[in-house]
């Protein structure tokens, strides 16, 4: 018998499915983005890891809960780490600012072998999902 492959996991799902992001997921969920992260997209993600939200944390002086208690600003900053479209690592490269579903552009530089988006440096590219990519990011990215 032919064996079809399983649906592709969304960016929500492949993110459910890393520890790495788990406070990533919690805050979607507070944001209430989860079925738009689960939309057909495409949708490029600049996804920051457990550290990341740690150390944005800190230098806002809030708590998690006080965080996603805020919803407004919770969304602006989640929303600024997403791009339309599927921006793969070979693309990321051509482009110097992209703009993000929240409004404004972040820049992306890529010399010396890395690619930076805005302060942040990319750790792992092209994580690939059925509705757009996940790209890692080391820092969170806060709207200017």
């Known amino acids: 018998a032919p064996t079809t492959a399983a649906p592709a996991q969304t960016i929500v799902d492949i993110a459910a499915s890393n520890p790495d992001f788990s406070v990533l997921v919690e805050a979607v969920a507070a944001a209430g983005l989860v079925d738009t992260l689960k939309g057909s997209g495409p949708f490029t993600v600049f996804a ?7 150390a944005a944390l800190t230098a806002l002086g809030v708590t998690k809960e006080q965080l996603f208690a805020d919803k407004e600003l919770l969304t602006k900053i989640l929303t600024y ?20 579903v929240q409004g404004g552009s972040i820049k ?5 072998g890395k690619v930076m988006v805005d302060n942040a440096t990319v750790t792992k590219t092209d994580i690939t999902a059925s509705n757009g990519v996940i790209h890692v990011v080391d820092t969170v990215l806060m709207p200017h």
């Not at 920051?48 to 740690?54: D, K």
């Not at 780490?81 to 993000?100: I, L, Q, R, Y």
């Not at 992306?108 to 010396?112: D, I, P, Q």
């Open 81 to 100: 780490h997403v791009v339309a479209g599927k921006v793969m690592a070979a693309d990321v490269v051509k482009v110097k600012d992209a703009k993000t």
């Open 48 to 54: 920051p890891t457990n550290e990341a939200f740690t």
């Open 108 to 112: 992306v530089n890529a010399a010396g």
